[in-house]
């Protein structure tokens, strides 16, 4: 198997320090890494990731964000689950880095908190293999040929060119999308607050329009959880409180939680004005 390595970022400048010596440390070497910037691709990164992958001469593209770094053993590992004829994708979670600043960490602990992630603390921290059939992009390895099968990312969609293609290939082509924590890139976190919370709303605006648009993947109880969270705020608040107050005491954090019901507010107002307010297409 062959790899391309495909970054989307507007500079090379927007590279994280940590990003190509990591690639180029590689256990399995890739055969071209392909750095997408405004000067070959001047759009989104849905286009930038979609550019790349037609330009890619390897028969696997391994897609990651410029703000993260791979483990050595990442490609490695990742071409290894990928020999399954039935698998069309591999993925893996993307660990806070070390050297975050006290702010990113906070914003990684929100992240990988199940009082915030809920069911998805698994995209976060090294969890049990499974099947997912909706993944980000920052850590997503697919064969070429089911890429290209599919028509590759959807570009009108970003954020959630990533969750368009995953349904695609686990809906259209009938193949599956496995997790496995062997294959794990660090993050570098946005800073709390609004860095952090300008991520939040993107991703909940886009997942509730994604509830009409994509139901197969979007329309789930758990992306609802903290929009149904807010509508009962004036009943649940004691216990929320308590909740929220108990995961900073156990990290010494007050901003941590404030952090959290920042987090749980700004994903559910966005959350309900794309589900309700967004247009369709």
Same mark, same amino acid.
């Given at each position: 198997? #062959?790899?391309?390595?495909?970054?989307?970022?507007?500079?090379?400048?927007?590279?994280?320090?940590?990003?190509?010596?990591?690639?180029? /440390?590689? /256990?399995?070497?890739?055969k071209e890494i392909l750095i997408i910037t405004n000067k070959l691709c001047p759009k989104s990164p849905a286009e930038?990731? &979609?550019?790349?992958?037609?330009?890619?001469?390897?028969?696997?593209?391994?897609?990651?964000? /410029?703000?993260?770094?791979? #483990?050595?053993?990442?490609?490695?590992?990742?071409?290894?689950?990928?020999?399954?004829?039935?698998?069309?994708?591999?993925?893996?979670?993307?660990?806070?880095?070390?050297?975050?600043?006290? &702010?990113?960490?906070?914003?990684?602990?929100?992240? /990988?908190?199940?009082?915030?992630?809920?069911?998805?603390?698994?995209?976060?921290?090294?969890?049990?293999?499974?099947?997912?059939?909706?993944?980000?992009?920052?850590?997503?390895?697919?064969?070429?040929?089911?890429?290209?099968?599919?028509?590759?990312?959807? #570009?009108?969609?970003?954020?959630?060119?990533?969750?368009?293609?995953?349904?695609?290939?686990?809906?259209?082509?009938?193949?599956?999308?496995?997790?496995?924590?062997?294959?794990?890139?660090?993050?570098?976190?946005?800073?709390?607050?609004?860095?952090?919370?300008?991520?939040?709303?993107?991703?909940?605006?886009?997942?509730?329009?994604?509830?009409?648009?994509?139901?197969? #993947?979007?329309?789930?109880?758990?992306?609802?959880?903290?929009?149904?969270?807010?509508?009962?705020?004036?009943?649940?608040?004691?216990?929320?409180?308590?909740?929220?107050?108990?995961?900073?005491?156990?990290?010494?954090?007050?901003?941590?939680?404030?952090?959290?019901?920042?987090?749980?507010?700004?994903?559910?107002?966005?959350?309900?004005?794309?589900?309700?307010?967004?247009?369709?297409?």
């Open positions: 198997m #062959t790899i391309s390595v495909i970054i989307p970022c507007r500079t090379k400048k927007d590279l994280c320090p940590e990003l190509l010596p990591a690639l180029k /440390s590689q /256990s399995l070497k890739p930038k990731r &979609d550019y790349g992958a037609k330009k890619a001469k390897g028969n696997l593209l391994a897609f990651i964000d /410029s703000d993260a770094y791979p #483990t050595k053993d990442w490609l490695k590992n990742a071409s290894k689950h990928l020999k399954s004829p039935n698998v069309a994708a591999v993925c893996g979670p993307g660990l806070t880095p070390p050297n975050n600043s006290p &702010d990113q960490q906070i914003s990684g602990l929100v992240w /990988s908190s199940p009082i915030s992630a809920g069911p998805y603390t698994y995209r976060n921290l090294p969890k049990p293999q499974r099947f997912v059939d909706d993944y980000p992009s920052f850590n997503l390895i697919v064969k070429k040929k089911a890429f290209n099968a599919v028509g590759g990312f959807d #570009t009108q969609y970003w954020p959630g060119e990533d969750t368009k293609l995953c349904l695609d290939l686990t809906h259209q082509l009938k193949q599956k999308i496995l997790y496995h924590p062997s294959i794990q890139v660090f993050h570098h976190r946005r800073p709390i607050f609004l860095p952090h919370l300008a991520q939040i709303s993107r991703y909940g605006f886009q997942r509730g329009r994604f509830v009409r648009l994509f139901p197969q #993947t979007s329309l789930r109880l758990s992306y609802f959880l903290f929009p149904l969270w807010l509508i009962t705020l004036p009943i649940t608040w004691p216990l929320y409180l308590t909740i929220i107050i108990t995961a900073g005491l156990y990290h010494r954090s007050l901003r941590l939680t404030q952090a959290i019901f920042l987090t749980h507010f700004t994903y559910a107002l966005f959350f309900i004005k794309g589900l309700l307010f967004s247009n369709k297409k």
